[in-house]
C-alpha cells in the first residue's frame, strides 16, 4: 500500500472483479437469455465462443502496441468496450447480434490483459508473481457474488438484466476514477521478479527457444485457461442435471468454486515467497487433475459442493497468471509482446472450448467433465516439461553465493 501507484493498482483489480462477473454471466443466464434469443442453452453457448473469437482476434497485436504506446490507453480502452457488451446484449433480438457483442467482450478482455498485466510487474517489479496473481481474487471475487445475486433475482422474480447492468455501471465509476491516476513507467523486467525469491538473482544457462519453451508455455496458456473455463460456464449445469442438485444448490457451487480459488491466491501469495513459482504450476495443476477425475465418478452433490472448492483453488487460483510470470521470466523483453503470445492461446481455448462443450452437451452433460479431466491431464504433463526445460535454461544463484564469488 505504500507503492505510489496502489491507487492505480486497486483500480485494475476492480476491473478484473467485474471481469470475473463478466466471464460467467452468459452461463448464469443461459435459459434467460435463450428465451430472449429463440434458442437453446447450446445457442448461449455459441454466444460464448464468441469472447475467445474477440480475444483471439486483437489480443496478439494488442500485446506488441501495448509496448510501444502504453499500458493506459489499452486499460480505457477494454473498459470501454466491456461497457458495450454488458449494454449490448440485454438489446441483442437474436443469436446472430449477440454473438456480435460477445466478440466485443472478447476484445474488451484482450485489452484489458495487455494494460493490466505489464502495468502490475512494472508497478511491483521485485514481486510480480504476488502482484499478478491477486487478479484472480478480485476475479474470484466477481464470480462469487454473481450467482448469488443472479439467485437473489431469480426468487424475488427481478428482471435478469440487471446483473449486466450493475456491472456497467461499477466499470463506468472505475474508469472515472482510473482517469486522473499515473501509471508506472514501461520498463524491463527485473532479474528477480518471476519464480525466484527476492533472495535471489538468476542467470541464464542457455539461451531460451522459443520453439521449446515458448511453445510449451503457449500450450500451457491453453490447457489452464480451457480447464478452468470449462468448469467455470458448466458447474452449474452438471450439479442439476447429473448430480441432481436444485437450482439455488447447483448455482452455489460457483461460489464454492469462487471461494477456492480466493483462498488459493492468498495462500499462494505468502508461500511464492518461500518456494519457486514452479512448484505451484506443477502441483496445483496435478490437484485439477484429480479433482476433476473425483468429481466424474462420483457425482454426488456432497462430492459436487467439496470438489467445486478443489478445482477452483487449484484451477482458478492463479495458476495461470503465474505461468505468464515464469514465461516473462523466460523472455525478458517484452511484457506486453510475451502477455499477447501466452494469452493467444487462452483466447482460442475460449472460443473452442464452448464449440466443444456445446456440442457434447447434445450428448450428455457429464462427458463435458470427462473431456475437461483429459485436459487437465494434458495440462499436468506439460507443467512438467516447462519445469524440466526451465531448469535447463535458468540457474538460480542465491546473493550471498553471488556475492562471494
Same mark, same amino acid.
Given at each position: ?102 466478440? @466485443? ?114 500450450? #500451457? ?7 478452468? #473455463? ?93 505461468? @505468464? ?81
Amino acid at each position: 500500500m505504500k507503492n505510489k501507484y496502489f491507487p492505480t493498482v486497486l483500480g485494475l483489480y476492480i476491473n478484473y472483479f467485474v471481469h470475473g462477473m463478466g466471464v460467467i454471466i452468459l452461463a448464469q443466464n443461459m435459459d434467460a437469455l435463450a428465451k430472449q434469443w429463440n434458442t437453446n442453452v447450446g445457442g448461449v453457448a455459441i454466444v460464448i465462443s464468441a469472447l475467445g473469437i474477440g480475444r483471439l482476434l486483437v489480443l496478439f497485436v494488442s500485446g506488441i502496441l501495448s509496448d510501444k504506446f502504453g499500458r493506459k490507453p489499452f486499460v480505457f480502452l477494454g473498459l470501454t468496450t466491456y461497457i458495450c457488451f454488458f449494454v449490448g446484449i440485454l438489446i441483442s433480438p437474436n443469436i446472430a447480434v449477440a454473438y456480435l457483442f460477445g466478440i @466485443l467482450a472478447g476484445v474488451a478482455n484482450s485489452f484489458l490483459d495487455c494494460g493490466t498485466y505489464p502495468a502490475l510487474m512494472e508497478a511491483y517489479p521485485e514481486s510480480a508473481s504476488t502482484a499478478n496473481i491477486m487478479l484472480k481474487a478480485f476475479i474470484s471475487g466477481g464470480q462469487f457474488l454473481l450467482p448469488l445475486i443472479i439467485s437473489l433475482f431469480v426468487a424475488a422474480n427481478i428482471w435478469f438484466g440487471w446483473s449486466f447492468l450493475i456491472a456497467a455501471i461499477i466499470l463506468a465509476a472505475n474508469a472515472i476514477f482510473l482517469f486522473r491516476r499515473p501509471f508506472p513507467p514501461m520498463r524491463q523486467k527485473s532479474q528477480n521478479d518471476g519464480g525466484a525469491s527476492q533472495a535471489a538473482t538468476i542467470h541464464f544457462v542457455e539461451k531460451p527457444k522459443f520453439w521449446i519453451e515458448g511453445v510449451c508455455f503457449c500450450l #500451457y496458456g491453453y490447457i489452464s485457461q480451457a480447464t478452468f #473455463y470449462l468448469v467455470s460456464q458448466w458447474l452449474t449445469k452438471y450439479g442439476s442435471s447429473v448430480a441432481g442438485m436444485s437450482d439455488t444448490s447447483s448455482r452455489a457451487l460457483m461460489s464454492y468454486y469462487a471461494i477456492g480459488s480466493i483462498i488459493c491466491v492468498f495462500v499462494t501469495a505468502v508461500l511464492v515467497k518461500r518456494f519457486h513459482t514452479l512448484f505451484f504450476l506443477v502441483g496445483y495443476t496435478f490437484i485439477s487433475m484429480i479433482a476433476l477425475l473425483t468429481l466424474v465418478l462420483f457425482p454426488d452433490p456432497a462430492v459436487c459442493v467439496a470438489f467445486s472448492f478443489v478445482i477452483g483453488y487449484s484451477a482458478a487460483g492463479g495458476v495461470m497468471q503465474l505461468a @505468464l510470470v515464469l514465461m516473462a521470466e523466460v523472455f525478458p523483453k517484452g511484457k506486453g509482446t510475451i502477455t499477447g503470445t501466452f494469452y493467444t492461446l487462452g483466447s482460442i481455448a475460449s472460443f473452442t472450448i464452448p464449440l466443444i462443450t456445446g456440442s457434447l452437451s447434445n450428448t450428455s452433460i457429464a462427458s463435458i467433465m470427462v473431456f475437461d479431466t483429459w485436459i487437465a491431464a494434458a495440462g499436468f504433463v506439460l507443467a512438467l516439461i516447462i519445469a524440466y526445460r526451465y531448469h535447463k535454461v535458468i540457474r538460480i544463484v542465491p546473493d550471498a553465493e553471488e556475492k562471494v564469488s
